[in-house]
Nanobody
Framework: VQLQASGGGLVQPGGSLRLSCTAS????????IGWFRQAPGKGREGVSC????????LYLDSVKGRFTISRDNAKNTVYLQMNSLKPEDTATYYC?????????????????????WGQGTQVTVSS
């Protein structure tokens, strides 16, 4: 499985970015796919997840109401629309997938282990 992420960049506080992730290789019709991030000197933090089956979603509390995850199953692509960005959102964002899952349960737990993840894309929020 390969995951190709794009869309990061430098944005001012209050700005927006949209991340994209395209999955290739062996995936199923019922996967949990989404994003985690890691800031310098900090551990991984699950941000958001969506299931490719019924489209159920899960968000980290600190991004609820600001970030929206969506998917296009025909393109094997998942998106993360990030609005009202804050300096504390600065991190490298990684696209990740757990195959053969019908739920995003646990995705934002500190000890969650993702099955596959791709190279990250840097998001910097600064004035």
């Amino acid at each position: 499985v390969q995951l190709q992420a794009s869309g990061g960049g430098l944005v001012q506080p209050g700005g927006s970015l949209r991340l994209s992730c395209t999955a290739s290789g062996f995936t199923s019709d019922n996967d949990a796919i989404g994003w985690f991030r890691q800031a310098p000197g900090k551990g991984r933090e699950g941000v958001s997840c969506i299931t490719t089956g019924d489209g159920s979603t899960l968000y980290l509390d600190s991004v609820k109401g600001r970030f929206t995850i969506s998917r296009d199953n025909a393109k094997n692509t998942v998106y993360l629309q990030m609005n009202s960005l804050k300096p504390e959102d600065t991190a490298t964002y990684y696209c990740a997938i757990d195959r053969f899952r019908t739920s995003c349960s646990g995705w934002v737990r500190e000890d969650y282990e993702y099955e596959f993840w791709g190279q990250g894309t840097q998001v910097t929020v600064s004035s």
